[in-house]
């Protein structure tokens, strides 16, 4: 059970599937016009991940090597058609047209088949349904939080609602694709930043002496063959 939580909180930071593996760059991108879009993206993934990773675990040791990559993408898309229908009857139509094609894109999302792949299929179902939501949360939190500052940004709104009522004119470059390469470039960095600022203090990451840089270090150059 120790290990289940630590896969889901591995997923929301440590492993955080847009910030530090950087997958899912597509709807990261294309949906995060707004908060609300980023939430309801974010927790179809959940979905589709816990549901995949649990089925495919269980089935991993019936399934032949050859064919596995063809059983997992159908095992997603049977989670993938079942979110589709569940969010086309109880989902505002607004959402999931906002939505659109993405949602069945979830089948080929690299985040998706690459933890039933790389995690689902070597572990248990337990641990595979955790590290399933903690990948999903981490995700969806990622986009919530883009979506947030792309909306507030844009139209001083958060969730829909006028935040700064005064604000008459929308801003247009951080609801245009290029806004969120920008917005997401600057929480990467600052990501990075904390990161490398934590290992340092931790005394894990190697700083060069005084004076020393590539050009004197040979640590890296590779030993001539004879």
Not at 26 to 31: D, H, I, N, R, S
Not at 44 to 55: E, K, P, T, Y
Not at 177 to 183: K, L, R, V, Y
Request: charged share 15%; glycine share 8%; proline share 6%.
């Amino acid at each position: 059970m120790i290990a289940a939580l630590k896969d889901l909180v591995h997923g929301i930071w440590k492993e955080n599937p847009v910030l530090v593996l950087l997958l899912g760059t597509c709807p990261t991108l294309a949906l995060t016009t707004s908060a609300v879009n980023g939430v309801g993206m974010g927790l179809a993934v959940v979905f589709v991940l816990a549901g995949s990773n649990f089925v495919v675990s269980c089935i991993k040791n019936i399934v032949p090597q050859k064919i596995r990559i063809p059983v997992y993408i159908v095992v997603i898309a049977t989670f993938v058609t079942i979110v589709d229908f569940l969010l086309q009857a109880y989902a505002p139509a607004s959402l999931y047209e906002a939505l659109g094609i993405f949602i069945p894109l979830i089948v080929v999302n690299c985040i998706v088949l690459g933890r039933a792949e790389a995690f689902a299929s070597k572990n248990t179902p337990l641990r595979s349904v955790f590290d399933g939501i903690g990948m999903g949360l981490g995700f969806t939190l990622t986009l919530t939080m883009l979506g947030m500052l792309r909306e507030f940004a844009s139209t001083g709104s958060l969730f829909g609602v006028k935040v700064i009522t005064s604000w008459t004119m929308d801003f247009l470059l951080p609801a245009a694709p290029p806004g969120a390469f920008i917005i997401v470039g600057c929480i990467l960095g600052i990501r990075n930043y904390l990161t490398r600022r934590a290992a340092i203090k931790a005394g894990k990451l190697y700083i060069p002496p005084a004076g020393l840089d590539c050009r004197h270090c040979m640590i890296c150059k590779p030993e001539k063959v004879d």
